[in-house]
């Protein structure tokens, strides 16, 4: 199956914004003084919801199982471009590196960013497969809501209102890093509120358990994951949560 020329039209419309809005940022930590923290989350957003608001309002596309192994090539090449050799090199890819390089993360950044972005994926594909052979395409969009928006805000929240903290561990250190107990809220309060926004699709039964489950898994599964890798487990514990719900009850 080709590829149509609105999806390129479409990923070109984004790309061009993501590395703006990657570059102001970047402008933003170096000179203002911002926090990275805030502008890495800046960038996620725009990440999730850019292409959903340019399919909106700009040009739409025929979503099939080739343009998603598409879009998992082009965000390999877009986080490419900050390797050290390259960005090194240019000072435009150094002003956007700096608005998703947390000191903390240092000198991994890239690294847990890659491999989240792969096992991200492995966890979206299957899911995705289920969720289409059975009809339940739109439900796939409460776990990918409730990581943009919950996850999102959690750091962000976490840092302006999280005065209680717990501490998480990270892959490939021994170092110990900082959640808190606002931020988790966060995707507590995200998953309760989409799947209610998506109660047409449930039963009356389906929708209270789902209620009373799903919200309290995806907060522990963001809660227990490794530092900068929350988001395969919120899909795999959201996905599998979702497919529990409709088949058992």
């Known amino acids: 199956m080709s590829i149509p020329s609105e999806y390129w039209l479409h990923h070109m419309y984004f790309y061009v914004l993501l590395f703006t809005i ?9 000179d203002r003084n911002f926090k990275v923290n805030y502008t890495r989350k800046i960038n996620h957003f725009a990440f999730f919801f850019l292409p959903t608001l340019l399919s909106l309002l700009v040009v739409e596309y025929p979503y099939s199982a080739v ?6 090539v082009c965000a390999f090449i877009f986080l490419t471009f900050f390797i050290a050799p390259l960005r090194n090199r240019f000072r435009l890819l150094q002003v956007m590196f700096c608005s998703f390089d947390r000191p903390e993360d240092r000198p991994f950044t890239l690294v847990w960013l890659y491999t989240q972005f792969i096992a991200s994926y492995l966890v979206l594909i299957p899911l995705l497969i289920y969720f289409e052979n059975h009809g339940m395409l739109p439900l796939l969009m409460i776990i990918i809501i409730v990581n943009g928006i919950g996850d999102g805000l959690a750091e962000p929240i976490g840092i302006r209102f999280g005065k209680r903290k ?6 490939f250190t021994k170092e110990k890093y900082v959640r808190s107990y606002a931020g988790s809220a966060c995707v507590f309060v995200t998953a309760f509120i989409t799947i209610l926004a998506f109660h047409p699709y449930f039963n009356a039964i389906q929708l209270i358990v789902a209620l009373l489950t799903i919200p309290i898994l995806m907060t522990l599964a963001e809660a227990f994951s490794p530092h900068t890798w929350d988001s395969p487990f919120i899909y795999a514990v959201g996905g ?3 497919i529990s719900v409709f088949l058992f009850l």
Do not use: Q
């Open 67 to 72: 343009t998603f192994i598409m879009d998992m």
């Open 22 to 30: 990657h570059y102001i940022n970047g402008i933003l930590v170096i």
């Open 240 to 242: 599998i949560s979702l």
């Open 166 to 171: 717990y501490t998480t561990y990270a892959l």
